[in-house]
């Protein structure tokens, strides 16, 4: 019989423990916005199923569009700036 002293630990229970400390640091980088490439698929215009049109166009009310505050690139530098006279407006069906 073998005996066990106290406050042994296995070293699965570590290698648990080590695993779950690293998924809540990713889970807690995502969600405060530290990882950009999450944040920034999120943002996009196509991605959230909208159409990006020029700012003096605007979006169509007849067709029941909206402008929305996702990210645009009608220039396609692939830079997506906030200003809706560089890279267009972002119009969502609603």
């Known amino acids: 019989m073998v ?14 423990a080590a695993i779950a400390l690293l998924v809540m640091v990713v889970i807690m980088l995502i969600f405060t916005g530290k990882i950009s490439f999450f944040r920034e698929q999120g943002d996009l215009c196509t991605t959230m ?3 990006c049109k020029p700012d003096y166009e605007g979006c169509n009310a007849e067709n029941y569009e909206r402008q929305q505050p996702y990210l645009c690139d009608m220039n396609g530098d692939g830079e997506f700036t906030r200003d809706t006279g560089t890279d267009g407006i972002c119009c969502i069906k609603v």
């Open 3 to 16: 005996r066990h002293k106290k406050g042994d630990i296995s070293l699965n229970m570590i290698v648990v």
């Open 49 to 51: 199923g909208g159409i």
